[in-house]
């Protein structure tokens, strides 16, 4: 396909994203819970309810998933939940400007355990750097893997990323198992917040 068609049908893509989040977000929506790759929205909808005071939004690629996590969403009756079939940096970039993410859930992503396919990993630094440009002063992320070399690889990353602080040992604000952690065996978590003035911060004197 000619590159010119490529990208037209890729502003076309873009450009609808945008139309359905304006159309399907509150108008006066600030904050919103995210989570990226939602799959069936098992644990969305179970948060979303316990929750009816934030407002949710579920990406995933696959559009038989996110058909499964609507109708779990219509079933539940909850008009503070939506699932959207995109790409988790689309849908970063198509946001509403003033719309921050309040806390951010990955759970189980894809883990790319061969090495020369590392570079398909979604959590890398410059993704953390796109979550961040929609974040607040204290907003969270949280990352839950079966695969342990992902999960240090994570915590490295995260932990290099002058926009990101890890939790030490934080536990999960809420728990509900999705598809792939009923499948696992174990699975290890992380938890950080986001600094926006990281430079300030650094500036605390040690007794302040
Ligand atoms: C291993 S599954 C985990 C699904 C679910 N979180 C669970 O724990 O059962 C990973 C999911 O991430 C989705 N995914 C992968 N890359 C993505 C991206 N760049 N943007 C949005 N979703 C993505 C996949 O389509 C898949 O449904």
Same mark, same amino acid.
């Given at each position: *396909?000619?590159?010119?068609?490529? #990208? #037209? %049908?890729?502003?076309?893509?873009? @450009? ?10 509150? @108008? ?37 998933? %996110? ?6 969403? +219509? ?30 859930? *990955? ?38 893997? +079966? ?9 490295? %990353? ?10 030490? @040992? ?8 999705? %598809? ?11 938890? #950080? ?13 040690? +007794?302040?």
């Amino acid at each position: *396909m000619p590159r010119e068609v490529f #990208a #037209a %049908i890729q502003a076309g893509r873009f @450009s609808a994203l945008r139309q359905e989040l304006a159309a399907t977000l509150p @108008s006066s929506l600030s904050r919103l819970v995210l989570e990226i790759g939602c799959g069936n929205g098992h644990f969305l909808t179970a948060y979303a309810a316990t929750h009816p005071d934030r407002f949710c939004v579920g990406v995933d690629l696959r559009l038989e998933r %996110i058909e499964k996590a609507l109708r779990k969403r +219509d079933r539940a009756g909850l008009a503070n939940l939506h699932f959207i079939r995109c790409e988790a940096r689309a849908f970063l970039r198509a946001l509403p400007a003033g719309v921050q993410l309040l806390e951010v859930y *990955m759970l189980f992503p894809d883990p790319w355990p061969k090495k020369r396919h590392h570079k398909n990993r979604l959590l890398k630094p410059e993704f953390l750097t796109e979550i961040a440009t929609r974040a607040g002063q204290g907003s969270r992320l949280f990352f839950r893997t +079966d695969y342990q070399p992902y999960y240090d690889d994570a915590a490295g %990353i995260i932990a290099a990323h002058p926009q990101w602080r890890l939790l030490p @040992s934080s536990p999960f604000p809420f728990e509900h198992q999705t %598809i792939f952690q009923s499948r696992a065996e174990t699975f290890h978590s992380l938890g #950080a917040i986001h600094e926006s003035s990281p430079v300030q911060a650094n500036k605390l004197q040690p +007794d302040e």
